[in-house]
């Protein structure tokens, strides 16, 4: 939980071995700054790095280490969790809020026999899946978003917290007739990073979680009155290289948004993407952030977000 009135380090952790030698992912620090009250509709994480404030979505490298295809994720929902936050692509410096539905914040039902997010979720900043393109392996264009990616290492991150991570697959889900790419990914300070290094280790060292996973994403939007979800590529998880040809793809598609040479809209404000459009000063970037309230006491969850819904897939 976060203190009130405290900017929270989102500090990387100390590397461990074989990654120990990546001294500029080690260097990298980030702060998260709270607005607003948590569960309501004002509430959002502002992000800086080295006391300057940043877009998490523009301004964090998508790599961590080229050489060694260490991506960064930020983490927008840590796992057990049920509060649908995510990157803020349409607001000026893209801090992290919660979803909104019906003008009330989403909350992600539990879905038997689930609690929550079954792993730390986020997205690779500076990804975009390009909704104007149609993406000739799945037949569906691109979801509008950064790329999402769970991660499924052993512990529970902290809400915006930024981690690097491994790669290791991805599945093609199909959400209400998009393409929306999730990737499967470890942190690469857990205790199983070294054991997992393809999409074939995980069924050896955690069997069932990718089963587990493909459901839940089928299931998750039920008790909201969706449809179940489907997925493309005949619903099998795709290997390393070609998770990371996916992403490499929509950092491509990034790089087209962040130049403006792209149809879109988003918000593309950025404090380090020099000679971009959207790229803004300091002082433009504390004039948004000065806007929002200050942080106040976290509301309620409502107590029906804590039920659970059985959910049948006949």
Not at 157 to 172: F, M, N, S, T, Y
Request: net charge neutral; proline share 5%; with cysteine.
């Amino acid at each position: 939980m976060f203190r009130a009135g405290i900017i929270i380090p989102a500090l990387t952790s100390k590397l461990t071995a074989p990654f120990s030698s990546l001294s500029q992912i080690a260097k990298m620090s980030y702060a998260l700054i709270q607005k607003g009250s948590a569960n309501t509709l004002d509430y959002r994480i502002f992000y800086q790095k080295d006391g300057k404030y940043i877009s998490p979505f523009h301004d964090i490298p998508w790599l961590a280490d080229d050489n060694k295809k260490i991506y960064n994720m930020v983490v927008e929902v840590p796992r057990w969790t049920n509060q649908k936050m995510e990157i803020a692509t349409k607001e000026p410096l893209n801090p992290v809020k919660q979803d909104v539905k019906k003008g009330k914040v989403r909350f992600v039902a539990n879905t038997y026999p689930y609690k929550g997010y079954i792993w730390n979720y986020g997205a690779i900043p500076q990804t975009w899946e390009k909704p104007s393109h149609k993406d000739a392996r799945t037949g569906y264009n691109g979801d509008n978003d950064p790329i999402d990616v769970c991660e499924i290492g052993s512990r529970v991150c902290k809400r915006g917290e930024v981690i690097q991570i491994k790669v290791l697959g991805v599945l093609a889900m199909v959400d209400e007739g998009e393409t929306d790419w999730k990737v499967i990914g470890i942190d690469v300070n857990d205790k199983d990073a070294d054991k997992l290094n393809d999409i074939s280790d995980i069924e050896a060292l955690k069997p069932g979680y990718l089963k587990d996973t493909r459901e839940w994403f089928r299931i998750y939007k039920v008790p909201d009155g969706k449809p179940l979800n489907a997925f493309a590529l005949n619903e099998e998880f795709q290997d390393k290289k070609f998770a990371e040809e996916v992403i490499h793809e929509t950092h491509g598609f990034w790089t087209e948004l962040i130049a403006d040479k792209a149809k879109n809209d988003l918000d593309k404000s950025n404090t380090t993407c020099k000679g971009t459009p959207g790229n803004m000063s300091q002082q433009q970037a504390e004039e948004i952030v000065a806007k929002h309230p200050a942080l106040g006491a976290e509301a309620a969850v409502p107590e029906e977000k804590e039920h659970w819904h059985y959910v049948s897939k006949n």
